[in-house]
């Protein structure tokens, strides 16, 4: 079989098997990690203020609180984070539009050299540039791409970001309040409640990592009952200081 032939006519085995887990996490990894970070922080926030002798009615007020404060922070912090890059990748693209706009023959020479910088022969990147440079739009997407290292029709919304974290955190949070509004007066429903949320936000995210899923998930187990053990230590003893 020819190198043409070869190419045309994958092998079975590489065409079936060739495929690679979503290394950038696509909406899963900020969804689990936005659900995560709810639920450490709010089952932290009521433990403090189960560990200073709090009444329930106090405890839920204090998760309420916090799944409101920790959702509208998120959602702030994310929007301004993703405008704000949007922005200056904006930017950055004008300025390259009015480059190409200018001085076509400097640009086209400057692509032409990245490929002859990357082993093809100086001939064929220079007929390689010119074909891509012939469609302004593409052009402009080929030099963000190479360099840039972004994709102009791929921008990131801001808005999506915003309520996807608001959301995100907001049901996280919520896990540790649902034992308290179903009725429970005690802590422990709650705090058995939201490590069981863990650990499977810690199973889900194996999904974009290379670790198992329970080593994932007794992670972050760990973590969070560490976190909530800690400031429910502190609030012992802020209570008994207080108190």
Excluded at 57 to 65: E, M, N, Q, R, S
Excluded at 119 to 129: C, I, M, N, S
Excluded at 188 to 217: D, E, H, M, N, Q
Aim: hydrophobic content about 50%; some cysteine; glycine content about 10%.
């Amino acid at each position: 079989m020819s190198v043409l032939e070869a190419v045309a006519t994958p092998h079975i085995a590489h065409r079936d098997n060739h495929t690679h887990r979503d290394v950038n996490g696509g909406w899963l990894r900020p969804a689990v990690f936005g659900a995560m970070d709810g639920l450490v922080s709010n089952v932290a926030l009521m433990t403090g203020v189960a560990g200073g002798a709090a009444a329930p009615g106090t405890i839920v007020i204090a998760g309420l609180a916090g799944l409101a404060a920790g959702a509208f922070s998120m959602a702030a912090g994310e929007y301004t984070s993703v405008a704000s890059q949007r922005e200056l990748v904006l930017a950055e693209l004008d300025v390259e539009r009015r480059e190409l706009h200018k001085h076509p023959a400097d640009e086209l020479a400057e692509l032409a050299a990245l490929y002859e910088s990357r082993g093809v022969e100086p001939k064929l990147a220079l007929e390689v540039a010119m074909q891509l440079s012939r469609d302004p739009e593409q052009a402009l997407e080929i030099h963000a791409r190479e360099e840039l290292g972004i994709d102009p029709s791929d921008l990131p919304s801001p808005m999506v970001a915003a309520v996807s974290s608001f959301g995100s955190f907001a049901l996280g949070a919520l896990l540790p309040l649902l034992p308290y509004l179903l009725g429970a007066t005690s802590l422990w429903p709650a705090v058995l409640l939201a490590l069981a949320g863990l650990f499977a936000c810690g199973a889900v995210v194996a999904r974009v990592t290379a670790r198992s899923w329970w080593f994932s998930g007794l992670r972050q187990l760990f973590l969070g009952a560490a976190a909530a053990g800690v400031t429910y230590a502190l609030g012992i003893a802020f209570g008994t200081a207080l108190g």
